[in-house]
């Protein structure tokens, strides 16, 4: 089956530009996760989807992130303005259903670099 | 809140050396339980998971974790290491509540020199 497709694998902004990620995840995938994987860290859950609503989000700094799951399918994330410390790949993941023993897929992440 | 911790943070070992990454997570319900590989250039790769029975659960490429449950621990094996194996590991947590988040810990690079 295919993956989970991330678009574009690399960015690099001017600080307080705005950029937008998109994911789309493995066909059926009810689950939707963005993660945030700076440097030497472990990836970092941004938002949760569930089909086109939102599981969680408390992480997500929303003074300039944003996420949406039009018809419960493709996402995309957004950031505006960008700060230097936002520099970190971007992770997209998907799986099947919330609250049943699944696994998590993942794409091959969008390098932000801000400058 | 639920967390994960992972001790190692860089190992170095020489090949056909044994493995063992540990693995601690904080959560009040009963968990699913994963590691994570990401090699140089790749994208994440589930190495194995537990969900439920034989706390002992095998994966791919020969690797073995063991989830005890009285310690909260998930620790990761392999009893001879190979230069491919050269990664970093990642554990990970989804508590079986209504939210369901998967929660990673902060990685273990592992370099294995031949």
């Known amino acids: 089956e295919a993956g989970v497709a991330q678009s574009p694998r690399y960015k690099i902004i001017e600080k307080r530009q705005s950029v937008a990620f998109w994911c789309n995840p493995i066909?059926?995938?009810?689950?939707l996760y963005w993660y945030q994987q700076i440097l030497g860290q472990g990836p970092k859950l941004l938002i949760q989807?569930?089909?086109?609503?939102?599981?969680?989000d408390s992480q997500l700094p929303k003074d300039r992130f944003s996420a949406e799951r039009l018809k419960g399918v493709d996402s995309t994330l957004k950031i505006q303005p960008a700060k230097l410390e936002d520099s970190a790949v971007y992770l997209c993941?998907?799986?099947?259903?919330?609250?049943?023993?699944?696994?998590?897929?993942f794409g091959q992440g969008t390098r932000l670099t801000v400058v | 809140a639920q967390s994960v911790s992972q001790h190692n943070h860089h190992v170095i070992l020489s090949e056909a050396a044994s493995l063992e990454l540990g693995c601690n997570y904080s959560?009040?319900?009963?968990?699913?339980l994963f590691w994570y590989v990401q090699y140089p250039g790749q994208h994440l790769q589930l190495l194995l998971k537990?969900?439920?029975?034989?706390?002992l659960v095998k994966g791919i490429k020969g690797f073995e974790a063991e989830f005890i449950k009285s310690k909260f621990s998930f620790n990761l094996r392999k009893p001879s290491v190979q230069w491919s194996d050269t990664a970093e590991y990642f554990c990970?947590?989804?508590?079986?509540?209504?939210?369901?988040?998967?929660?990673f810990g902060t990685g273990t690079l592992l370099a294995v020199q031949p």
């Open positions: 066909s059926g995938h009810a689950t």
């Open positions: 989807f569930q089909n086109n609503g939102v599981v969680d």
């Open positions: 959560y009040g319900g009963t968990v699913n």
């Open positions: 537990y969900f439920s029975g034989d706390p």
């Open positions: 993941a998907s799986s099947s259903r919330l609250g049943v023993n699944t696994e998590a897929f």
């Open positions: 990970a947590v989804n508590g079986r509540g209504a939210t369901n988040k998967l929660i």
